[in-house]
């Protein structure tokens, strides 16, 4: 029996991994759960899978949500809740599926405790790959990824020796601007942005796919997970989103994981791994997808995408300063203060302002995401 803590479990990557523990109750079970706001969801998850502890964001929430829940399961709160929930001394596997950078301390706890991790949130690599990575080494633990794309290759690399890879492709589906001209990007909504055609996600990571941030923080994700410089890892356009990525080796053989676009595969591939075990979901039915396509991914249509590769590439505290002023654009477009295309001017303005940091340390990195948050937060598109 896997002992399993869900970091961010009323989310979309939180509520698709208890659904793969509803097929699994003879292989799962669910020791803690953390969550933000949402403390109705998060009650009735507690029933369904009674935890030992859940977290809320806040003490009032925790008051609040206490006597609602089983006798046998604890509420805290805040940060030191959601650290609580990740080295709980059961778990043996945690999922990190808050969204933002808000899930790096918990991840690094998770770590440091010695959990092996079912990582969703790459804000984490993103904004401090270089700290997660090391720690994980240091402490022989396992970081698997559940991002489809990341997933896919981590699929298509068993058994394979690093040296052979000549190079990984992430797959993009475009999401919901893919058919826009930049012209008609002037004048988007939130709703329109919030439509991705292919997947249903959280609001964030939504939005990241209509800038093709989400590809760009994808290529950094890749850097640090497969240990990868950036001219072997490519990105194209494949807008059926069902081949999830692939990896070239020397001999030019190319291998891809395809199937539906559903997140409880990579999930229960992350939990379950390294068996395979079977999952309620739709087949992938060939006849029916009929055609898939594949176009280059242009840089100056999606700027994101360059700015990743230059924060990538240049490291330090720069890909953090990306990360930072992306997550308070991408809010601030959702609360209606900017229109779409700032969000990537406020990336920009960050990015050309910050001095970077080599080889930055935890302390380094707070300050560049708090030095980049403040910059996004007062930025004033023309
Ligand atoms: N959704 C998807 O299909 C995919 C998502 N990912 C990545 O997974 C991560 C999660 O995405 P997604 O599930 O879509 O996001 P959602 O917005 O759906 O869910 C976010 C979760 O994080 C919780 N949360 C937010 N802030 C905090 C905090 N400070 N402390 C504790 N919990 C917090 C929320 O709680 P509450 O709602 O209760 O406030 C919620 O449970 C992101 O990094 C995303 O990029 C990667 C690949 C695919
Ligand atoms: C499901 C998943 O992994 C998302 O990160 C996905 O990649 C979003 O799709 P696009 O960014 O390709 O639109
Ligand atoms: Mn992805």
Redesign the pocket.
């Known amino acids: 029996m896997r002992k399993i803590a869900i970091l961010g479990s009323t989310g979309s990557i939180g509520t698709q991994a208890l659904d793969v523990i509803r097929q699994h109750p003879e292989q799962f079970s669910v020791v803690a759960l953390a969550a933000g706001k949402n403390i109705d969801l998060l009650t009735e998850q507690a029933h369904e899978f009674q935890p030992q502890l859940v977290s809320v964001a806040t003490k009032e929430l925790a008051e609040k949500i206490q006597h609602q829940l089983p006798l046998n399961t604890k509420a805290v709160w805040g940060e030191e809740g959601a650290l609580a929930a990740a080295t709980h001394p059961d778990a043996d596997f945690v999922i990190s599926a808050i969204v933002g950078s808000a899930g790096l301390l918990p991840t690094l706890a998770a770590i440091e405790a010695g959990k092996a991790i079912g990582l969703a949130n ?1 804000e984490t690599l993103v904004t401090a790959g270089h700290i997660v990575m090391r720690k994980a080494k240091e402490h022989d633990v396992s970081v698997i990824p559940i ?4 997933s896919a290759i981590f699929q298509c690399l068993q058994g394979e020796d690093k040296s052979a890879i000549r190079r990984l492709i992430i797959t993009a589906s475009g999401g919901s601007f893919r058919d826009l001209t930049r012209e008609q990007l002037a004048d988007v909504t939130v709703k329109e942005a919030l439509a991705h055609p292919n997947w249903s996600m959280g609001a964030k ?1 939504t939005i990241d796919s209509a800038t093709m941030m ?1 590809k760009g923080l ?1 290529v950094i994700e890749a850097h640090w997970l497969f240990d990868l410089p950036y001219n072997k890892i490519d990105t194209i356009l494949h807008k059926e989103s069902i081949i999830h990525s692939m990896v070239e080796f020397t001999d030019r053989a190319v291998m891809a994981q395809l199937g539906t676009p559903d997140m409880r595969t990579p999930i229960q591939y992350a939990m379950a791994y390294p068996k395979r075990i079977p999952l309620e979901t739709e087949p992938l039915d060939l006849m029916k997808v009929s055609q898939l396509h594949f176009t280059a991914l242009d840089f100056k249509r999606y700027p994101c995408l360059a700015f990743a590769y230059e924060a990538g590439q240049k490291g330090g505290t720069l890909p953090t300063v990306l990360n930072g002023a992306n997550e308070v654009a991408v809010a601030r477009f959702l609360r209606g203060d900017i229109p779409f295309l700032a969000i990537e001017d406020t990336i920009a303005h960050a990015m050309a302002k910050h001095k970077v940091v080599e080889n930055p340390g935890l302390e380094d990195i707070f300050e560049a995401d708090r030095w980049a948050r403040q910059i996004a937060e007062k930025y004033q598109p023309a």
């Open positions: 790459k991002d489809s794309e990341h990571v989400n994808e």
